[in-house]
């Protein structure tokens, strides 16, 4: 599925349909090839996996990872992604040298040119694991779309030399597409030739193995990686995989797991971004169950004093701290106290709390506050307050509260207020949000 690029002016309670619509439409480019791969990684329960050559910003890597004794997935390394359905079990047998179960593993990352060191992966169980990185290139200016299914291999014996996996639903691949196969297996005693990667309704160029590495470790597993540029047609059924094997082994032939990662170059972001290139009005409400990342922002509404012909613009406060701002105006009594309530959920929502509170009508040099926010009885119990002391008898104070967010929402997603331009954001480095500003 893709995003789109909007150039309505408008867009009314029906824009759901006209974007469907116009997704199904989005066209695929042919420009995606296979670059480098890096040389292969074994290990038991950690790999270091060595980065492709020639590495640059808008590259998508592709790590395949076999691990055996499959109780425990491999890590997402930092800064990478695991793909829906790029990982899957198979084999046949119990655990032993060159059988039982293994686990075949995709992860994506876009390129932001900087990447210079091994990749660590870790591994809770298992004792055997194998690893490699392919790297893949597009055209500067499109974006990356990918979609992933796996399948598995369990027939062993000794005459069983073919290997074919079919993956367990259709990834969507058309003309101009990568299909790469990705698979894990459970010895490391064979090699492989006639790599195939076929679907229903698509024509493929040739197949290519870029690599195959084996590990002796614990029971023996081996990852293979091949790929196919899919040259016409669209498909109509799962991708199958097969490849044919020569070996050492006399008693078994080898199992496992197939990932099928089909990658596309398109002309709009995933959609997982919308990227909109015009002035757009919604007419009713907008929610956005994420974070929003603006270059200036103000609320409109119809000039309170001429409502029929003007429009009243108000600045959106800003501040690189994710901030609450609570204030009102307080009646001291008798004594020149008072106790202001804040909302039930204050303490909850807020730390990191700051403080104005300004006399009204006359000086009030001992005003302070006499404590801090905190719950109400015994600072156990009760709403949250905050007590005001030292002003005038009936007088009138002006407050103010500030907190910084420490909900669970805003941990999960804070706000970094510096980051480097690059692939991964809203604006690639070299260019500016604002062109005619620079």
């Known amino acids: 599925m893709y995003a789109i690029l909007l150039r309505s002016k408008r867009i009314s309670a029906s824009v759901g349909v006209f974007l469907l619509f116009l997704l199904s439409a989005q066209p695929a480019f042919a ?10 990684a074994v290990g038991t329960t950690s790999l270091s996996i060595p980065l492709p050559a020639s590495i640059s910003a808008g590259d998508l890597l592709v790590m395949a990872i076999a691990n055996k004794h499959p109780t425990d997935a491999p890590s997402v390394p930092s800064g990478w992604q695991a793909v829906v359905d790029g990982q899957g079990p198979g084999g046949n047998g119990a655990s032993g040298v060159d059988t039982g179960q293994v686990y075949a593993t995709v992860y994506v990352r ?4 900087t990447e210079s060191e091994n990749v660590s992966v870790t591994i809770t ?7 490699a990185i392919a790297r893949y290139t597009k055209d500067a200016g499109t974006y990356w779309d990918f979609a992933a299914t796996y399948g598995n291999d369990g027939i062993a014996g000794p005459s069983h030399t073919a290997w074919s996996a079919t993956g367990a639903a259709d990834p969507g691949i058309t003309a101009g597409d990568i299909v790469i196969a990705a698979s894990a297996i459970n010895s490391d005693n064979f090699s492989w030739s006639a790599q195939a990667i076929t679907a229903t309704g ?12 084996g590990a002796t470790d614990g029971n023996d597993c081996e990852v293979v990686i091949a790929d196919r540029p899919a040259s016409s047609g669209t498909s109509e059924a799962a991708p199958v995989y097969t490849m044919t094997s020569t070996g050492t082994e006399t008693a078994t032939a080898p199992t496992g797991a197939t990932v099928f990662l089909r ?20 007419e ?4 956005i169950l994420g974070t929003l990342a603006k270059g200036a922002g103000s609320f409109v509404i119809d000039h309170p004093l001429d409502p029929k012909n003007k429009l009243l613009y108000h600045s959106f406060v800003e501040s690189p701290d994710a901030k609450n701002i609570y204030d009102g105006l307080a009646t001291l009594d008798s004594d020149g106290k008072a106790t202001v309530e804040l909302p039930g959920y204050f303490l909850a929502l807020n730390k990191d709390f700051r403080y104005l509170a300004t006399p009204i009508g006359e000086p009030m040099p001992n005003l302070h506050l006499s404590s801090t926010v905190q719950k109400r009885f015994f600072g156990l119990f009760g709403r949250p307050v905050l007590r005001i002391a030292g002003g005038a008898p009936n007088g009138k104070v002006s407050w103010q509260v500030t907190g910084v967010r420490h909900d669970p929402f805003i941990l999960d997603n804070p706000i970094i207020p510096e980051v480097e331009k690059g692939p991964r954001q809203i604006i690639d480095k070299g260019e500016y949000v604002c062109d005619e500003c620079y």
């Open 125 to 131: 169980s298992g004792n055997c694991a194998a690893g």
């Open 284 to 287: 009713g409400a907008l929610s």
């Open 110 to 113: 876009i390129a932001d040119g």
């Open 263 to 282: 990658i596309r170059e398109t002309s709009a972001p995933s959609a997982d971004d919308l990227t909109i290139t015009s002035d757009v009005t919604i």
């Open 202 to 213: 698509v024509t493929f160029g040739t197949a290519a193995e870029r690599i195959e590495t």
């Open 31 to 40: 420009a995606i090839a296979f670059g480098t791969i890096g040389t292969g």
